[in-house]
């Protein structure tokens, strides 16, 4: 049979940098939430043994795409650990709606469906936290998806913290360019300094993303949509980009900016919200 499970889009509603540590990573602060859109995976468990992905990615070796390692790295720890018989296997295919290098989350909220998936499908057993752990050698936002709850994050991202943001509507663009996320933290005028504050102390503060003023300064394009979108509504970037967002208290209002977008940009529309649609798909609800 085959199932069908959610990989929803995330937001950065707020991100400031810290302190860099020895290593070169950067310390942050910064507040995930879910919005209700996001690619699909259809997911069929079977006895083949093999992982399959029917859904190639154009110039990615389905060796290096997320979702055939998350697959195979949730395959190899319940082999290891007696929970699975070599025959298991998977095909799976993904309908992709989210912009790579979008700074939304797309490969690694796939990641982390395939990991909170199979780990039901074929009976594992594992923990969240357990599955988490997988997921954090994958990339440090798929922890977030795997918990699957609005939360506020330190370190590298990996400290998290339940949160309970307002679940606003919000227009995402994306201005068509990708941007690398080392590049950003690589650039000398990157804010690397911002005072760590209490996560009630945040909230009650205006939101904003340390990246965005090297993003912005980089890309002209981004620039241009951030400032398009801030006559409209409170917008910012979303990770270190290239997806901006602008938030808004009603989908009708959201809908109108959307329509006016000027040639070129890509969008949607789609609610915030605090519980994953993964977790609800996995509960049931």
């Given at each position: ?248 208290d009603t989908e009708s209002a959201a ?31």
């Open positions: 049979m085959i199932t069908h499970w959610p990989a929803p889009a995330k937001l950065n509603l707020f991100l400031y940098i810290t302190g860099r540590r020895p290593d070169g990573y950067h310390n942050l602060q910064t507040l995930f939430q879910f919005l209700d859109y996001g690619d699909e995976l259809q997911i069929h468990a079977d006895q083949s043994g093999r992982i399959q992905l029917l859904t190639p990615l154009a110039g990615v070796a389905d060796e290096d795409n997320l979702i055939v390692r998350a697959a195979n790295l949730l395959k190899q720890a319940a082999l290891q650990s007696n929970r699975l018989s070599a025959s298991a296997g998977a095909q799976i295919a993904i309908e992709k709606r989210l912009p790579m290098g979008g700074g939304i989350g797309g490969g690694s909220s796939d990641a982390a469906t395939v990991l909170v998936a199979l780990n039901h499908l074929w009976q594992t057993g594992f923990s969240t936290e357990e599955l988490a752990a997988m997921g954090v050698t994958l990339g440090a936002d798929v922890p977030v998806f795997v918990h699957g709850f609005a939360a506020f994050a330190q370190g590298v991202g990996e400290e998290l913290q339940p949160a309970d943001p307002a679940e606003k509507w919000y227009l995402v663009a994306h201005p068509g360019v990708h941007i690398s996320t080392p590049v950003v933290f690589g650039d000398p005028d990157l804010t690397r300094d911002t005072p760590a504050r209490s996560l009630s102390t945040l909230l009650a503060s205006p939101f904003a993303n340390d990246c965005e003023a090297v993003v912005r300064k980089r890309f002209r394009e981004v620039d241009e949509l951030v400032s398009w979108l801030l006559e409209y509504a409170p917008s910012r970037l979303t990770g270190t980009g290239a997806c901006v967002f602008a938030e808004f809908r109108q900016v959307l329509e006016l977008a000027p040639n070129g940009v890509r969008g949607f529309v789609a609610r915030g919200v605090n519980v994953s649609p993964l977790q609800r798909t996995l509960r049931g609800d």
